[in-house]
């Protein structure tokens, strides 16, 4: 927030919606860091309590949403104040859907646990979800701060997470089409990765709702979004 505002009280409900966010963000990736080390270690005791802690999230996404709308009907916000409250709501709206994917992922440990892949697999779905957490670390601190600088960075880095999507996508599909039996847990991992790119997706969501939120200016929509798995071919050497 930019400006003081006379009633002190304003100010203290608007960082109380910060905070709230601050506090979403932390559990969001949390959830997604145990959901892959549940994976990754076969781990069903750490993927239940993943799949318990989603509830926390809801829970945040329906406060912060009550309490903007009371905020909004008992202030009237303009300017940059409505552009914060508005931007909480978006903002949680996404931290919630980071919380489902992770949940989603921790919901296949049994299934890929039964029969244990390739180390080389997890290793892949590892680095994917290390640079997804790391994009979405790093726009949560561009919210604390208001450092936009960095932005057009992360744009840029939501490619790199699609480019290695579809590279493990690619290196899933040729484990099935090698052996049989791997359709089933390459199926589930595949789900997971895709649930990992989307975390990427929501993260730089997160970054341009900040980016309006500090500068009242929507970034241009052209920005890599798109996966390219869909250009995989059993078979191909290459998704071009």
């Not at 039964?114 to 919210?143: C, H, I, M, N, S």
């Not at 791997?182 to 991992?189: E, G, K, R, V, Y």
Request: net charge negative; charged share 30%; proline share 2%.
């Amino acid at each position: 927030m930019n400006s003081q505002h006379i009633v002190r009280a304003y100010d203290d409900e608007l960082a109380t919606l910060g905070n709230r966010i601050a506090a979403m963000g932390g559990h969001a990736e949390r959830m997604v860091d145990e959901a892959v080390g549940a994976l990754i270690n076969a781990d069903v005791a750490l993927a239940r309590k993943v799949i318990a802690d989603d509830i926390v999230l809801d829970e945040g996404q329906r406060w912060i949403d009550d309490r903007a709308i009371l905020l909004i009907a008992k202030r009237q916000p303009m300017a940059d104040d409505l552009r914060e409250i508005i931007g909480t709501i978006r903002i949680a709206a996404d931290l919630e859907r980071v919380g489902d994917l992770g949940k989603s992922i921790a919901k296949r440990v049994v299934a890929v646990s039964d029969t244990r892949q390739p180390v080389q697999l997890f290793r892949g779905l590892e680095a994917l979800a290390t640079l997804a957490l790391t994009q979405l670390k790093q726009v949560l601190d561009v919210y604390a701060s208001r450092s936009i600088g960095a932005i057009a960075f992360m744009r840029d880095r939501d490619e790199e997470i699609d480019a290695m999507y579809t590279s493990l996508f690619r290196e899933l599909l040729t484990y099935m089409m090698e052996d049989p039996r791997n359709i089933s847990p390459c199926t589930h991992l595949l789900f997971c990765a895709k649930n990992i790119e989307r975390i990427g997706d929501h993260a730089t969501n997160i970054a341009e709702t900040v980016y309006y939120v500090v500068t009242g200016e929507q970034l241009p929509l052209e920005r890599p979004k798109e996966d390219k798995s869909h250009r995989v071919v059993l078979g191909s050497s290459s998704a071009s």
